[in-house]
T-cell receptor
Framework: DSGVTQTPKHLITATGQRVTLRCSPR?????VYWYQQSLDQGLQFLIQ???????AKGNILERFSAQQFPDLHSELNLSSLELGDSALYFC?????????????FGEGSWLTVV | GENVEQHPSTLSVQEGDSAVIKCTYS??????FPWYKQELGKGPQLIID?????GEKKDQRIAVTLNKTAKHFSLHITETQPEDSAVYFC??????????FGQGTTLQVKP
């Protein structure tokens, strides 16, 4: 158990809908990272927050947004969903401002868009 | 640019043999290189990491070597066991604050 908690574990929704994925980082970690993993794809970095502020941005679509709250939990909002958004979404956390020390991953949220 | 290339994409070995996975990176500012193991249906788990001030690090059957001049680093697993079967990812940080992952290597250890 990495200490990173993600909910929901599985989610099935229709095209055009909006979903919110939630992440609680490890106790004491200030950075939260979001990654997308599609079938046969590697881990694509979406976005990082550090202590409530956006720190780094990757290949995140405009239909997607994220935020980190004062209690350090984070949410990833996916809107106007398309079939291609079906993927495993991982949240990860670490104590520092960047990826220069160990990043711990949650178990992921499986999103299926039908 | 920011890129991490990982090879091979698949690797099959007999139980007890060694397995080697190699990665190359482009960002010369990278100084931290973790390796993750991902089992089916689970999140990636850190198995070993190395910083640029050392050339090799070992942890039981797992070792990582780093060649900063050539910009490549490798994962070595000795005496492989069936439970080593998984997808392995290398990664390196970029100077823009991202952790860039390789494409992954599916390792199959045949009993």
């Amino acid at each position: 158990d990495s200490g990173v908690t993600q909910t929901p574990k599985h989610l099935i929704t229709a095209t055009g809908q909006r979903v919110t994925l939630r992440c609680s980082p490890r106790s004491g970690d200030l950075s939260v990272y979001w990654y997308q993993q599609s079938l046969d794809q590697g881990l694509q970095f979406l976005i990082q927050y550090y202590n409530g502020e956006e720190r780094a941005k990757g290949n995140i679509l405009e239909r997607f947004s994220a935020q980190q709250f004062p209690d350090l939990h984070s949410e990833l909002n996916l809107s106007s969903l398309e079939l291609g958004d079906s993927a495993l979404y991982f949240c990860a956390s670490n104590v520092g401002q960047g990826p220069g020390n160990t990043i711990y991953f949650g178990e992921g949220s499986w999103l299926t868009v039908v | 640019g920011e890129n991490v290339e990982q090879h091979p994409s698949t690797l099959s070995v007999q139980e007890g043999d060694s397995a080697v996975i190699k990665c190359t990176y482009s960002d010369s500012a990278s100084n931290y290189f973790p390796w993750y193991k991902q089992e089916l249906g689970k999140g990636p788990q850190l198995i070993i990491d190395i910083r640029s001030n050392v050339g090799e690090k070992k942890d039981q059957r797992i070792a990582v070597t780093l060649n900063k001049t050539a910009k490549h680093f490798s994962l070595h697993i000795t005496e492989t066991q069936p439970e080593d079967s998984a997808v392995y990812f290398c990664a390196g940080p970029s100077n823009t604050g991202k952790l860039i992952f390789g494409q992954g290597t599916t390792l199959q250890v045949k009993p």
